[in-house]
């Protein structure tokens, strides 16, 4: 079995080592019920399969297995019973044909860029992406030969003026983060269709729960699994899902290159795919309701959550998200010494570099991650003075509130 899941290895599992047919089921069911076929042991959970390579009986089965003649596990850095499992349960919820499982979502941002593009093809890119995708696609793509243009994300006409003979891919995100930008996959599928390139979508803010870019013509889905999907602020994972021959391409690139998730991670991040329905329910809850009591704040000049109606891309959000997400952003008046005393004034919120956990989360961008930058720079990729990010965690909401509300008040 690989931890590259093409359809013919997931009937395989299906039909042949998985303890029941899972075929039929819904997708939030298989989520919860895929798992390793049970060993003689018969336990309930999926074991851990810490181990870095796989015994043969026979020299010829080990002939077959390098050959790809069968699907048997050869070493840990192609193939793992635990990854195996939680890229199924990916497949199964982004309604992918096969995926490839990476030890951080940057890993799986990069492979899906690096795997498929080649010197002197040239990459459409959303400007608001992540700033580590950023670096990639302005520092190190270049670097290699390939060509880039980031546009504005909601700029319909600069896409398609953008795009030329040497194009090969479109890449995005939606939401974005943290500017909280939405674009219209619907378009972006058809965009990708005419130019015949490939589309590959950062879903990593909505989930698979809120929004499956395939349904709209996406070929890749990339996720940092570190953020809602693990959701318990614990490890750092990574994947990549979509068109089975893309993929194809990709694990022979990781394959080879090493940067595959371990199976530790990937076995909690599949044990917390059986819980991310019910807890994005309440992330999505609360982040909205955080949004509606800061819209009525006076230390508040605007607030930015895909679910209230005064968003800019509203329309495109209850268009293709089944929820809001779990993050909104704010703009505290007073710019960046009172995003600073903001900060300092959360009794129960963490400051901390990361989104999508149960304990909620505060970041001010201007002042931590973007403070190395000027003003300008900041401004260029849409960090205001007062930007604030909020991740809402699965606390009481009431708390969440109080707690954003007396440091509001402290910051001015
Ligand atoms: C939208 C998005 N994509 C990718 C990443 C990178 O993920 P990781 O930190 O797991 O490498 C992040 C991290 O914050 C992110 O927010």
């Known amino acids: 079995m690989g931890s590259f899941c093409l359809p013919s290895i997931i009937t395989y599992l299906s039909n042949a080592t998985m303890s029941k047919n899972k075929d039929g089921l819904h997708a939030l069911s298989k989520a919860v019920r895929i798992q390793t076929p049970r060993t003689?042991?018969?336990?309930?959970?999926?074991?851990?399969?810490?181990?870095?390579?796989?015994?043969?009986?026979?020299?010829?089965?080990?002939?077959?297995?390098?050959?790809?003649?069968?699907?048997?596990?050869?070493?840990?850095?192609?193939?793992?019973?635990?990854?195996?499992?939680?890229?199924?349960?990916?497949?199964?919820?982004?309604?992918?044909?096969?995926?490839?499982?990476?030890?951080?979502?940057?890993?799986?941002?990069?492979?899906?860029?690096?795997?498929?593009?080649?010197?002197?093809?040239?990459?459409?890119?959303?400007?608001?992406?992540?700033?580590?995708?950023?670096?990639?696609?302005?520092?190190?793509?270049?670097?290699?030969?390939?060509?880039?243009?980031?546009?504005?994300?909601?700029?319909?006409?600069?896409?398609?003026?953008?795009?030329?003979?040497?194009?090969?891919?479109?890449?995005?995100?939606?939401?974005?983060?943290?500017?909280?930008?939405?674009?219209?996959?619907?378009?972006?599928?058809?965009?990708?269709?005419?130019?015949?390139?490939?589309?590959?979508?950062?879903?990593?803010?909505?989930?698979?729960?809120?929004?499956?870019?395939?349904?709209?013509?996406?070929?890749?889905?990339?996720?940092?699994?570190?953020?809602?999907?693990?959701?318990?602020?614990?490890?750092?994972?990574?994947?990549?899902?979509?068109?089975?021959?893309?993929?194809?391409?990709?694990?022979?690139?990781?394959?080879?290159?090493?940067?595959?998730?371990?199976?530790?991670?990937?076995?909690?991040?599949?044990?917390?795919?059986?819980?991310?329905?019910?807890?994005?329910?309440?992330h999505c809850e609360n982040a909205l309701k955080v949004a509606q009591a800061l819209e009525k704040n006076e230390h508040v000049s605007w607030v930015k959550y895909p679910f209230l109606q005064s968003h800019p891309q509203y329309g495109i959000a209850i268009k293709q998200m089944k929820s809001g997400g779990g993050i909104l952003c704010f703009e505290i008046k007073g710019g960046v010494e009172a995003g600073r005393k903001f900060l300092n004034n959360l009794n129960m919120l963490s400051m901390t570099a990361n989104l999508g956990d149960t304990r909620s989360i505060a970041s001010h961008p201007a002042s931590t991650t973007h403070s190395k930058l000027s003003e300008a720079e900041r401004l260029a990729v849409g960090i205001t003075p007062g930007l604030i990010r909020i991740s809402a965690g699965l606390e009481h909401v009431d708390d969440i509130i109080r707690d954003i509300e007396q440091a509001l008040e402290k910051s001015k």
């Open 40 to 282: 003689w042991q018969m336990e309930h959970s999926t074991p851990l399969y810490l181990t870095s390579s796989f015994t043969f009986e026979q020299a010829e089965e080990m002939k077959g297995a390098f050959a790809d003649e069968n699907d048997e596990n050869i070493y840990s850095r192609f193939s793992n019973p635990n990854t195996d499992e939680f890229v199924e349960k990916m497949c199964a919820l982004e309604g992918a044909e096969a995926g490839f499982a990476t030890a951080t979502g940057m890993a799986a941002v990069f492979s899906s860029i690096f795997a498929l593009l080649k010197q002197g093809d040239h990459l459409l890119c959303c400007s608001s992406v992540f700033g580590s995708t950023f670096t990639i696609v302005t520092k190190y793509l270049p670097k290699y030969g390939i060509e880039a243009t980031l546009v504005a994300a909601n700029d319909k006409d600069a896409w398609e003026q953008a795009i030329r003979p040497n194009t090969k891919m479109i890449y995005l995100e939606t939401p974005t983060n943290p500017q909280l930008e939405l674009i219209d996959l619907e378009w972006a599928g058809q965009l990708a269709k005419k130019h015949q390139l490939i589309l590959n979508v950062d879903n990593c803010f909505a989930t698979p729960l809120l929004q499956q870019p395939i349904n709209y013509g996406a070929h890749l889905v990339v996720h940092s699994a570190t953020k809602w999907i693990d959701g318990q602020g614990r490890v750092l994972g990574g994947v990549i899902v979509g068109d089975a021959a893309l993929v194809k391409e990709i694990y022979l690139f990781c394959r080879n290159t090493g940067p595959s998730l371990s199976a530790f991670n990937a076995w909690v991040l599949s044990k917390s795919l059986e819980t991310l329905d019910v807890r994005m329910q309440r």
